[in-house]
């Protein structure tokens, strides 16, 4: 009898929740077991409180899906993050993509977003042909966005019902997508959403971490009648249900918004951005906002043609690939093969090996081991740089 193959997804955020979701589905499709990894405080190598166990328990739940605390460093592991975070297993180490991210100074887009994997899944060949500036071409694999499967796949993806979100089917939507910390427009967003806020229907997504750190503000937009989706499976029917969407620069949401060929208008706030969002020429396919106060103008020439229709497509192409519904499959395909015939290197096995065994069967705190190997992929970028 044939042992079942298993693949750990190990979780750091609780948006990888959904990220994760169709590609369990299409993994047990092909006879592959995934174990959803939700490590407690006691081993997990984020930090204390970082990821929502709550949140991801009951996603899990809702959707009958078996979920694990305790990981098997035996198997292979998945992870929309670094691979420090992985460093106690001495299986195969593979890096699910989570965005198509734009910025040239994003983590997506450097070095140390590769350093220790020995697969990389990435979303189209642009970041096949990027990311090989810094390992082998060899390793990088077109997957698509499984994320997606479900919104291209359906006949509709722009439907309004007043059961979504309770908004007005009547009224045209705008979802607010800001990032999180000093690059966030979360703060400059409020006061502008509430001059429209009796002409639309506002949805505020916001970044997973301001969730975990700004409910203050957040409160405040739900007090401004603005309808805030604290949950990160709300991200896909926030984009369906809406007709222009705000977002940060900086944000994969910008790519996000372009894959779903909706309206866009990205926030490019910081004055470093106005240089690198002009060589990417940007605004080829997207009205890009240097000042909050520009974005009003954006909305209302939105409301009147949508003169980026075409060029959105044609930018995504080479951005994000299997935009049909199958990436899912083609995802479950391309891990069934780097399991079956990707070869670790008797000496990287070994030192894994005996790596693992000091954090797992000692005394020693579990998130040391991915202090240490953070600093180790520090030394290497200060070697060999982080970007290209």
């Not at 042909?129 to 994320?147: A, E």
């Not at 926030?267 to 060589?279: I, K, M, P, Y």
Request: with cysteine; proline share 3%.
């Amino acid at each position: 009898m044939n042992e079942v193959v298993e693949i750990d997804f190990y979780h750091i955020d609780a948006f990888e929740v959904s990220v994760f979701l169709p590609i369990y589905n299409a993994l047990e499709n092909i006879g592959i077991r995934s174990r959803p990894i939700l490590p407690d405080d006691s081993i997990s190598t984020s930090s204390y409180g970082y990821l929502d166990i709550d949140q991801c328990k009951k996603f899990y739940r809702t959707h009958k899906i078996k979920y694990y605390s305790q990981p098997n460093y035996n198997n292979a592991v998945c992870t929309t993050q670094g691979a420090e975070f992985l460093s106690l297993y001495n299986h195969l180490r593979i890096r699910i993509p989570y965005g198509p991210g734009v910025y040239p100074y994003g983590w997506g887009l450097s070095r140390k977003s590769t350093i220790g994997f020995d697969c990389i899944l990435v979303h189209g060949e642009y970041y096949r042909k990027y990311l090989s500036n810094f390992v082998s071409i060899d390793k990088i694999h077109v997957v698509g966005y499984p994320r997606y499967d479900d919104f291209f796949s359906r006949k509709s993806n722009n439907k309004k019902t007043t059961s979504c979100f309770g908004i007005d089917s009547k009224l045209n939507t705008i979802l607010l997508l800001p990032t999180w910390g000093a690059n966030s427009s979360l703060d400059r967003l409020l006061d502008f959403t509430k001059k429209l806020q009796d002409r639309f229907n506002i949805l505020l997504k916001p970044h997973h971490l301001s969730v975990l750190r700004r409910p203050d503000i957040l409160n405040t937009f739900e007090d401004s009648k603005s309808i805030v989706l604290r949950k990160s499976d709300d991200l896909i029917k926030a984009i369906s249900v809406s007709d222009i969407i705000i977002c940060d620069i900086r944000s994969c949401s910008f790519g996000e918004s372009i894959l779903a060929n909706k309206k866009t208008i990205g926030l490019a706030l910081n004055e470093s951005d106005r240089q690198w969002v002009t060589q990417a020429q940007l605004d080829k396919i997207s009205y890009i906002a240097y000042n909050i106060n520009d974005v009003n103008n954006y909305i209302e020439e939105y409301l009147k043609y949508d003169e980026f229709s075409k060029s959105r497509g044609i930018w995504i192409q080479d951005k994000v690939e299997f935009s049909d519904g199958s990436s899912s499959a083609m995802t479950a395909k391309i891990l069934q093969e780097c399991i079956n015939t990707y070869h670790i290197p008797l000496f990287k096995r070994i030192l894994r090996k005996y790596f693992s065994l000091i954090f797992t069967k000692g005394r020693v705190n579990q998130r040391l081991s991915t202090k240490i190997v953070s600093m180790l992929h520090l030394l290497i970028i200060k070697c060999f740089g982080n970007y290209k």
